[in-house]
């Protein structure tokens, strides 16, 4: 059973970088989308961006050029920096995977997620 | 970018009753629209993917149909556990991919 698991600091200053990881167990990395989505405290889910495991990404355009995102298919692992943060960047970050190899599709797989907090 | 309309935005529902929830896109998605229940302090769970395919294990007492721009999801003989916030998501058109702003369903 696949599982997926956030990591990273829970504490970023203002205008420094936010930077996450997101860890894939108990089955593949490979042919997949994998996608980070955040969620503000009491509000809605805003896709971020995704990659695939040839590197390939999509970025959310709201974030304007703020986000990169990378792979390690040796570690299972792929991760997010969100350059140049501002409280509003403060929210509840999920790692995600699209339901199908290879294929736009919704998300099945969801890590717990994990608070970022942007304060000094 | 495709706008994603739910209502209502709170439902409020006796136990065992049915709830129908509403979700609209700015333009057309075709049947790429999923939808999640996400309850406090949990991740959002797939229900319903390609407008009317339930996900793996979710019950029949959950259905989606629609397509194009507009979508419903059905919630027959609400129980305790369903009780949460449901969300649309369409994944037709990128970026980005776009979430309806949700629906909470509540203990009438």
């Known amino acids: 059973q696949v599982q997926v698991q956030e990591s990273g600091p829970g504490l970023v200053k203002p205008s420094e970088t936010l930077s996450l990881t997101c860890t894939v167990s108990g089955g593949s990395i490979s042919d997949y989308y994998w996608s980070w989505i955040r969620q503000p405290a009491g509000r809605g889910l805003e896709w971020i961006g995704r990659?695939?495991?040839?590197?390939?990404?999509n970025y959310n355009p709201s974030l304007k050029g703020r986000v990169t995102m990378s792979i390690d298919t040796s570690k299972k692992q792929f991760s997010l920096k969100l350059r140049s943060v501002t409280a509003a960047d403060t929210a509840v970050y999920f790692c995600?995977?699209?339901?199908?190899?290879?294929?736009?599709?919704?998300?099945?797989?969801w890590g717990l997620g994990t608070m970022v907090t942007v304060s000094s | 970018e495709i706008v994603m309309t739910q209502s209502p935005a709170t439902l409020s529902v006796s136990p065992g009753e049915r709830a129908t929830l509403s979700c609209r896109a700015s333009q057309s998605v075709s049947n790429n629209l999923a939808w999640y229940q996400q309850k406090p302090g949990q991740a959002p769970k797939l229900l319903i993917y390609g407008a009317s395919t339930r996900a793996t294990g979710i019950p029949a007492k959950f259905s989606g149909s629609g397509s194009g721009t507009e979508f419903t999801l059905t919630i027959s003989s609400l129980q305790s556990e369903d009780f949460a916030v449901y969300y649309c998501?369409?994944?037709?058109?990128?970026?980005?991919?776009?979430f309806g702003q949700g629906t909470k369903v509540e203990i009438k």
């Open positions: 995600a995977r699209e339901l199908s190899p290879m294929t736009d599709d919704a998300f099945d797989i």
């Open positions: 990659m695939f495991t040839s590197g390939r990404t």
């Open positions: 998501q369409q994944y037709n058109d990128w970026p980005p991919w776009t």
